[in-house]
């Protein structure tokens, strides 16, 4: 059997076909796999990958009017191109599309050539692109029961999964994690980020925070800024007085998640499932122009209170500072929102979207 997967740019759309191909692969060896990205796609998590992976080209096409649109058409005639030539290579039994621009003529070419196809969601609120495909697929799978609401059209096709979660994201003990990060075991560890690309507004919206908290000895920081607030924030933090790590990219994610007592972050559907796995208490700063995306991603942590929302617009404010503070002054409340998963039932995402592809065949 041969599966093909394709993905959209960011770790979002990559993380989860990753972990879903990792999942194939060790389950069936028989199985043969190829994946296919963006030409843009952040090059870290596919370096070092155990199958053929390939790129095709893609550019956003924005709605409004823009002369850049040109050479976004060009460049998506061209990526339709080169899905055809590939489905004609590789020749999949079926194909898996993870969101994003780049799925639709991959999805498209394979269902006029009879293949099977599936196209998975991420986020609670479907995106353009699995909207569009959705009545060209055989089956959807999704990663929030919400995300059926938003999909009634299709609800014989709709499988829910979850969403499948890096093989490398294993829970470890507490302190062999703090020890990872040369961290004490008696503070209170804050782990801050904002997707795979960092954020500049949570970068600096959480320094302000942390620099308003009179006793910094409370805590220690794990901050994931992105490159290109990387070298800004390194300043700042020696100024501060604050036991901080500082990353660009943290390929060791499961010793963050493991070692902190909080996550501040964006509402990312890939973020989430990775927070629910993990248990965690968090504060969710959703990002505002991701078509609704995040914020009805982060109210699934709202709802079962482990999480708490803080608008974008009010990082300008202290609103984040005194939450943080609150929290860490309060033990009792980060055990309360971490036993609410316990209420919660999660989904072994990465079995569960193998085993509806395998359906397929």
């Not at 909080?262 to 504060?283: D, M, N």
């Amino acid at each position: 059997m041969k599966v093909l997967a394709i993905t959209g740019s960011s770790g979002g759309h990559i993380f989860p076909a990753l972990g879903f191909l990792d999942t194939l692969k060790n389950k069936h060896k028989n199985i043969a796999v190829f994946l296919v990205l963006p030409k843009k796609s952040i090059t870290n998590p596919v370096e070092n990958l155990e199958y053929k992976f390939n790129y095709i080209s893609v550019s956003p096409i924005k709605l409004s009017f823009d002369f850049k649109n040109f050479t976004a058409i060009l460049r998506f005639f061209r990526g339709s191109l080169e899905s055809i030539v590939i489905l004609l290579t590789f020749r999949p039994d079926v194909v898996v599309g993870f969101g994003s621009l780049v799925c639709i003529p991959m999805i498209l070419f394979a269902w006029l050539l009879g293949m099977k196809t599936l196209i998975h969601e991420q986020n609670v609120i479907p995106g353009r692109a699995n909207r569009f495909l959705a009545k060209f697929t055989d089956r959807i799978a999704i990663s929030f029961a919400q995300t059926r609401d938003y999909l009634k059209d299709y609800k014989r096709k709709v499988v829910l999964t979850g969403n499948p979660i890096r093989k490398e994201l294993k829970r470890i003990d507490k302190n062999k994690a703090l020890d990872f990060f040369g961290f004490n075991s008696d503070k209170f560890t804050i782990l801050v980020m904002g997707g795979s690309q960092g954020s500049h507004r949570i970068n600096f919206g959480f320094l302000r925070a942390v620099s308003a908290i009179p006793d910094k000895s409370r805590f220690q920081v794990i901050h994931l800024a992105g490159i290109g607030d990387y070298a800004l924030l390194k300043n700042s933090y020696k100024g501060l007085n604050i036991n901080s790590r500082l990353f660009n990219f943290l390929e060791s994610m499961q010793y963050a998640y493991s070692a902190c007592d909080l996550v501040v972050s964006r509402a990312g559907a890939t973020t989430i499932a990775e927070i629910i796995f993990f248990g965690l208490a968090a504060i969710i700063i959703p990002y505002p122009f991701a078509y609704r995306h995040q914020i009805a991603n982060a109210k699934v942590l709202q709802t079962i209170g482990s999480g708490i929302i803080i608008q974008d617009n009010e990082l300008d404010s202290d609103i984040l500072s005194k939450n943080i503070e609150n929290l860490i002054n309060n033990p009792e409340r980060i055990k309360a929102m971490r036993s609410y998963y316990d209420n919660v039932s999660r989904l072994n995402a990465n079995d569960l979207l193998a085993d509806a592809v395998l359906s397929l065949s």
